[in-house]
């Protein structure tokens, strides 16, 4: 594409198409990134704290997933210790409204995964707000 | 784990945890298999349908992906020719339950990624039958 017609900002480009099921897994398309949107709607902040959780996400992975969902506008981080430099991170609006999405596979899941646990009653609370705030 | 014990059928095993997200993640977490879930929600259900949809899943991936979805119950397959021998997918109602996640994704990336597509009315159509069935 030319300089001129990226100047002009046309129509958006996809990786692979415009479905939306499809954008949406060229970022969460994977085993772990939604595990850890599902620790920052739990209220987890820290590095550590995603670490701890049962699945035992890889360090590496976590760092990866971290840039990159701050890179999609889905979580800001901000530095809470200096010595040394450590930061937390928190989700953008963006990022909570993805708790209906996550509310709609527990729903599946529990109906159809025998012994999935069911959601906090913290995040069925929330997600009344989340839809509220959509409006759809 | 004793063979007397799972002959008792002990509580569920989770490969990473029974968290429901995870579980579902385990099954879904990776760029294609939702894709393949979209195509046959869509009514496609042969193999070269597949195969034509604009992401272009490799021939490979899509084998595997239509064999770990029918080891889950959540496609069936039936010959439609025989030489040479040919199946036909189609969702079971596990898998047709999948249209109301597929809509909160749509939805959500509808909002927040520029230029996706709609769903098409069709599915907007099924998802109250799918809700209806479901009683939630």
Redesign the interface.
Known sequence: MSRSKKAKAG??E?R???????????IF????T??VV?DLLLGKRLYREFSE????IPTNILADRLKRLEAEGIVTREPYQQRPLRYAYQLTE?GE??L????????????????????PAVLVQRLAKVRKR?G?
């Open positions: 129509p958006p996809f692979r198409s415009p479905c939306p099921v499809t954008s949406t897994l060229d398309g994977d085993k772990w939604l595990i599902r959780s049962p699945e035992g963006k409204d993805l209906a999405v996550l509310a709609e596979i527990a729903r599946w899941a529990n109906h159809y995964i025998p012994g999935t646990a069911k959601p959509r759809w």
